[in-house]
């Protein structure tokens, strides 16, 4: 999208003597051309902070409770805790992310924290999605395999094989997500979203 684009689109405050430079609030001397409204509505809005916010607060706790149980407790280390409290730290991250979330459903632009933050935010959401369907796909298999082959199953089903496997999914999770690195942050300081 190039600037003549960006004047067509405009944030409801040509008339204001922002113009062209609207789409770009840093130029902007109106305040009320600073922030983008949120797509959704207030009602929308609220409802689903009230829903994020205690979904945080369980998720973590719960989150950080099984990691602590998995981790205190050697005898739970078997080869589906290791899954267990591995799909935990990624759930875990992802809630850490949802305020960030919150923060753009209700102001959409402009992304305050830079294009670092940004791109560490939407790398680290999707690594952790990923992460964790790789998890349930690898524990559904290990399940399969103890249930149809529960001798092969004693020998192949190690703690150590789980481990390294459990990092195979992380390092396979990143590596796969590094093209995404060069996701462009900058739409959420100057386009505006495209609502269907």
Same mark, same amino acid.
């Given at each position: 999208?190039?600037?003549?684009?960006? %004047?067509?689109? %405009?944030? %409801?405050?040509?008339?204001?003597?922002?113009?062209?430079?609207?789409? /770009?609030?840093?130029?902007?001397?109106?305040?009320?051309?600073?922030?983008?409204?949120?797509?959704?509505?207030?009602?929308?809005?609220?409802?689903?902070?009230?829903?994020?916010?205690?979904?945080?607060?369980? %998720?973590?706790?719960?989150?950080?409770?099984?990691?602590?149980?998995?981790?205190?407790?050697? *005898?739970?280390?078997?080869?589906?805790?290791?899954?267990?409290?591995?799909?935990?730290?990624?759930?875990?991250?992802?809630?850490?992310?949802?305020?960030?979330?919150?923060?753009?459903?209700?102001?959409?632009?402009?992304?305050?924290?830079?294009?670092?933050?940004?791109?560490?935010?939407?790398?680290?959401?999707?690594?952790?999605? /990923?992460?964790?369907?790789? *998890?349930?796909? /690898?524990?559904?298999?290990?399940?399969?395999?103890?249930?149809?082959?529960?001798?092969?199953?004693?020998?192949?089903?190690?703690?150590?094989?789980?481990?390294?496997?459990?990092?195979?999914?992380?390092?396979?999770?990143?590596?796969?997500?590094?093209?995404?690195?060069?996701?462009?942050?900058? *739409?959420?300081?100057?386009?505006?979203?495209?609502?269907?």
């Amino acid at each position: 999208m190039d600037l003549l684009d960006l %004047g067509e689109v %405009g944030s %409801g405050c040509e008339d204001e003597n922002c113009g062209l430079a609207s789409a /770009f609030p840093e130029n902007c001397s109106n305040q009320a051309c600073q922030w983008e409204e949120p797509v959704f509505g207030l009602i929308e809005l609220v409802c689903v902070t009230v829903i994020y916010i205690p979904l945080m607060l369980f %998720g973590l706790l719960g989150n950080i409770l099984t990691i602590l149980v998995v981790w205190l407790r050697p *005898h739970m280390r078997s080869s589906t805790y290791l899954y267990l409290s591995s799909m935990a730290v990624s759930d875990l991250l992802i809630l850490l992310l949802l305020p960030l979330d919150l923060y753009k459903l209700w102001r959409p632009r402009p992304w305050p924290l830079g294009d670092l933050a940004c791109k560490l935010t939407m790398f680290l959401s999707e690594c952790c999605t /990923f992460c964790t369907i790789l *998890h349930i796909t /690898f524990l559904s298999l290990e399940r399969y395999l103890a249930v149809c082959w529960p001798i092969t199953a004693k020998t192949l089903v190690t703690r150590r094989r789980t481990r390294a496997l459990i990092g195979c999914l992380w390092l396979g999770a990143a590596v796969n997500l590094l093209q995404d690195w060069e996701y462009d942050c900058t *739409h959420l300081r100057r386009e505006r979203w495209n609502v269907l």
